[in-house]
């Protein structure tokens, strides 16, 4: 189906391990985002891209690395976990082909880490 | 550096009645997007409402409409005849060169 999906939906870690989360999307959309959503901080951007190969940091990127090889794929990884990245993680897409409203992003469902 | 802020961490309504969230931005940046965002206890994130800065006219989509003021860095949510499936948290966000979210407002609808 076409859209956004996160993959895992939940993962319990421990302190210390590597941790990747999978992000797909299926539009071609040139952007895309992961967020981070902690109670009281609402959304906060981790890292973005603008297209393949093109990648930079937004407001929370201590421990986190991210890459993108392909338009349709946005891997985030923990290269060493710690209980302060336990949260639940959002990625997002935004298109500007023109055929989208400009600057709406769209969301996938995502992914519950728990770090212990 | 660029905020959003919603001060209502909070908010209940009467099923069929009116309430408003507010929110307010800081950017100095001209061209920009402002929208809000649902997240229904799913966590699914859901678009609710979608303003160019460069228009003047409020947007409006069916029972949500917005109270745009650019001078004042505004941008409130007007939910009106509110419905139980209306209870959500709300997100105020921000795109520009960046992209911001507020903290959010945990709305409740009272049957």
């Known amino acids: 189906d076409a859209g956004i999906t996160q993959s895992p939906r939940y993962k319990i870690t421990e302190t210390g391990r590597q941790v990747t989360l999978m992000c797909h999307q299926t539009w071609s959309h040139s952007y895309m985002f992961w967020y981070r959503q902690d109670l009281g901080h609402g959304l906060r951007l981790i890292y973005y891209s603008a297209a393949a190969d093109i990648t930079d940091k937004g407001e929370v990127p201590d421990g986190y690395v991210v890459s993108r090889s392909k338009t349709e794929n946005f891997p985030l990884t923990l290269e060493s976990a710690t209980r302060s990245q336990t949260s639940v993680y959002f990625c997002?897409?935004?298109?500007?082909?023109?055929?989208?409203?400009?600057?709406?992003?769209?969301f996938g469902p995502g992914t519950r880490l728990l770090v212990l | 550096a660029q905020t959003v802020t919603q001060s209502q961490p909070e908010m209940s309504v009467q099923e069929a009645e009116t309430v408003t969230l507010s929110c307010t931005y800081d950017t100095s940046e001209n061209n920009y997007y402002l929208f809000w965002y649902k997240q229904p206890p799913s966590r699914q994130m859901i678009l609710v409402i979608r303003?160019?800065?460069?228009?003047?006219q409020n947007a409006t989509e069916n029972r949500f409409s917005v109270n745009f003021q650019k001078a004042a860095k505004s941008f409130s949510l007007k939910i009106s005849d509110s419905q139980l499936g209306d209870t959500a948290m709300y997100f105020c966000a921000f795109a520009g060169n960046q992209f911001y979210f507020g903290t959010g407002t945990s709305l409740t609808v009272i049957p």
């Open positions: 303003q160019e800065a460069y228009k003047q």
């Open positions: 997002a897409s935004l298109g500007t082909s023109g055929r989208e409203p400009l600057g709406t992003q769209y």
